[in-house]
């Protein structure tokens, strides 16, 4: 099996090689693609809107700012997604705006359905959810992880299975709470998550 350093190393995607290829997903042409090919290719052109927006717009809390800033210990940050995935669009942006606020933090980008051997290692509920975000030391030993999305954003997606909501319906409620919520859920538990690691000054 792989290495995880060397397989970020190898196919990871910076801040510029993510926006590079989400850009190039949701140009792709859907005419003559099949029904579930061309509803990827809209979640895509959806998603890079939600994502611009929040790249504008979100800063992290001083809470969260400060947490960041007191990691002195190199960590890389593995983030297994992809283009379409509604969750990746409304948390990957703040967790790169967060990452750059520090040096000794290097976040990349993996494809979820390109590595899935790397997906695999890292499954939520026997499930390949994402965006998951894995922090690794030096050695390529696992800090902590996070994900696939913020416990009250799975609240309510926890509820509106249970009320026999479709799918639609759903991502429609799903998005209503990332609009609403504006990053804060992230925000705190990626705080609570930095707050005391080895390496840290908080």
């Given at each position: 099996m792989d290495d995880l350093l060397d397989v970020l190393a190898r196919d990871g995607l910076d801040d510029e090689g993510w926006r590079r290829?989400?850009?190039?997903?949701?140009?792709?042409?859907?005419?003559g693609l099949l029904p579930e090919q061309a509803d990827l290719v809209a979640y895509t052109q959806l998603n890079l809107h939600r994502t611009q927006r929040l790249e504008r717009t979100w800063r992290p809390s001083p809470a969260l700012a400060a947490a960041v800033a007191a990691i002195t210990i190199p960590?890389?940050?593995l983030v297994i997604s992809e283009p379409w995935c509604g969750d990746s669009a409304q948390c990957l942006p703040c967790l790169m705006v967060a990452a750059r606020a520090n040096p000794n933090l290097r976040l990349r980008v993996l494809t979820r359905d390109d590595h899935l051997s790397v997906m695999d290692r890292f499954l939520t509920r026997g499930t390949r959810s994402i965006p998951i975000l894995v922090a690794l030391?030096?050695?390529?030993a696992e800090i902590f992880r996070w994900g696939p999305r913020p416990a009250a954003a799975q609240a309510v997606v926890d509820t509106a299975r249970s009320?026999?909501?479709d799918k639609k319906a759903m991502l429609e409620r799903l998005h209503l709470f990332y609009g609403r919520d504006r990053g804060q859920a992230l925000d705190a538990e990626l705080t609570a998550l930095l707050r005391g690691l080895p390496g840290s000054d908080s």
């Open positions: 290829l989400f850009e190039q997903r949701a140009a792709v042409d859907p005419t960590q890389a940050w030391d030096a050695s390529g009320e026999g909501l």
